[in-house]
């Protein structure tokens, strides 16, 4: 009966012994529903300081972190913050806020003499959204103009005309074939073509002189100023005496 009544008392303070250590060693966690949790408020387009001084009040910590272009907000007011508006936080907690760098500007880059596709790509990757309008009948196919000029600064999105050249227009190219090489120049520049190469085949059983060939050939679409070469029957007519000749004359 002893020996029971002493294992009791035995078991009763190992049980006491156990419950002073575990609330020693293991404290018990703080009640989560006895903090204070605030709405944060909507701050888009507060100046900063009225929102840092807003949520100073509300006892959070506003820490502003970066700035973004904005078209809308004006500049170094609120763009964005984290938490959202509505959103629930405790006291002391950081609340971040980015403000607005305005609106975003870019100059328009002389484009003019760049191929199109090279005047479009710069154009775009400016931000600039483009219009092309093209015309005929310039010397050369590419980029003419901007409108607004070169050197203008745009508040983007903005729009950009951009005048491009397609070059000169389309014509046939007339048939040459059996005209004296001295009435070709007249006659190309009828057509708004130009005399390209110029080479003699000795062995041609035409008349000295006349065209046997060209290129391209009669009735083919080219360019205006593009060139239209052709072999003319004979030799040159500044051939050395002695049967010497120079090579194919250029034109």
Avoid at 96 to 114: H, Q
Avoid at 135 to 147: L, R, W, Y
Avoid at 217 to 241: F, H, K, N, Q, Y
Wanted: aromatic share 4%.
């Amino acid at each position: 009966m002893k020996f029971l009544r002493a294992l009791f008392l035995l078991a009763v303070m190992f049980g006491l012994g156990y419950g002073v250590a575990a609330r020693w060693l293991f404290p018990a966690a703080d009640d989560p529903t006895d903090v204070d949790f605030t709405e944060v408020p909507d701050l888009t387009g507060t100046p900063l300081a009225d929102a840092q001084a807003q949520l100073a009040a509300l006892g959070f910590v506003p820490l502003e972190r970066g700035r973004l272009n904005h078209g809308a907000i004006a500049v170094g007011a609120v763009v964005a913050h984290s938490p959202l508006a509505g959103q629930l936080a405790r006291t002391g907690d950081t609340v971040v806020l980015v403000a607005s760098a305005g609106v975003e500007t870019r100059i328009i880059p002389d484009v003019a003499g760049l191929a199109t596709s090279e005047a479009g790509t710069l154009l775009s990757r400016l931000g600039f959204e483009i219009d092309i309008e093209e015309v005929e009948d310039e010397p050369v196919a590419g980029a003419i103009s901007t409108d607004p000029e070169a050197g203008t600064r745009l508040a983007l999105p903005a729009t950009v005309q951009l005048l491009v050249s397609r070059g000169k227009a389309i014509v046939a190219v007339p048939d040459l074939q059996g005209l004296h090489v001295d009435d070709l120049e007249a006659l190309l520049e009828a057509s708004d073509l130009r005399l390209g190469a110029v080479r003699y085949q000795a062995d041609a059983r035409d008349v000295q002189g006349r065209v046997v060939f060209q290129s391209p050939e009669p009735g083919s679409a080219l360019r205006g100023d593009g060139l239209v070469s052709v072999i003319v029957a004979g030799t040159p007519p500044d051939t050395i005496p002695g049967g010497t000749t120079p090579g194919p004359r250029e034109r």
